[in-house]
């Protein structure tokens, strides 16, 4: 089974939906991370978490929100999703302690219409 | 499959050749580097790290140097095979203990 679990893989929205992205793991790890993907622009981080409870910005939280239910669950929500946000999201483990490897789920298509 | 860049660097290779990504990186408080191998369809996947306490590390088949002077880290892959075809990423840590900076990534094309 996958340590990093993404659902859905693909969804596909019209513009002013609230959608919901979910993220499980399995590694133990305290920290968690959203990341959108464009194409030519690498990973940008929107939200991370170092524990339930802890949640902080990244460099483009913007018309997204967050929930840590539980150590092992992290999920993105987009309140009013617009055409702009339509890119490749990721989540991504951590452990605690120092900047260290960031596990990764497979991503969610996310399509806004 | 997925494209996770449309305008990103190619670098194409003959298998069996080896294969040399760059990477400049922007922060001179980056203490912590690491590089992303991301198949079509999937997660970026860890290849290998290093600490800035470190010139070069090796792993199976693929080695990075880090020249902390011109802030420059390249990843070296033996060999290449058909499989490595991927786009690349290089990280770094700036002068954070928890997030990575990740840049825009090098299209690796393996010819048979």
């Known amino acids: 089974d996958a340590d990093v679990t993404q659902t859905p893989r693909n969804r596909i929205t019209k513009t002013g939906k609230r959608i919901m992205l979910e993220c499980s793991q399995t590694?133990?790890?305290?920290?968690m991370y959203w990341y959108r993907q464009d194409p030519g622009l690498g990973l940008r981080l929107i939200y991370y978490?170092?524990?339930?409870?802890?949640?902080n910005k990244g460099e483009i939280s913007d018309g997204y929100s967050v929930s840590r239910q539980a150590q092992a669950k992290f999920s993105l929500s987009l309140e009013s999703a617009i055409p702009n946000q339509t890119a490749l999201y990721f989540c991504a483990t951590g452990r605690a302690g120092g900047v260290d490897e960031q596990f990764f789920g497979p991503g969610t298509r996310l399509t806004v219409l | 499959g997925e494209s996770v860049g449309l305008h990103l660097p190619t670098l194409s290779v003959q298998e069996g050749d080896n294969s040399i990504i760059n990477c400049a990186y922007s922060n001179s408080a980056s203490d912590y580097f690491i590089w992303y191998k991301q198949e079509s369809g999937k997660g970026p996947q860890f290849i290998i790290d290093?600490?800035?306490?470190?010139d070069k590390r090796q792993g199976q088949r693929v080695t990075v140097l880090l020249n902390k002077t011109v802030k420059h880290l390249s990843l070296q892959i033996a060999a290449t095979q058909p499989g490595d075809s991927a786009v690349y990423f290089c990280a770094e840590n700036g002068d954070s203990s928890y997030k990575l900076i990740f840049g825009s990534g090098t299209r690796l094309l393996v010819r048979p």
């Open positions: 978490s170092f524990d339930v409870k802890d949640i």
């Open positions: 290093i600490r800035s306490n470190m």
């Open positions: 590694k133990g790890h305290d920290r």
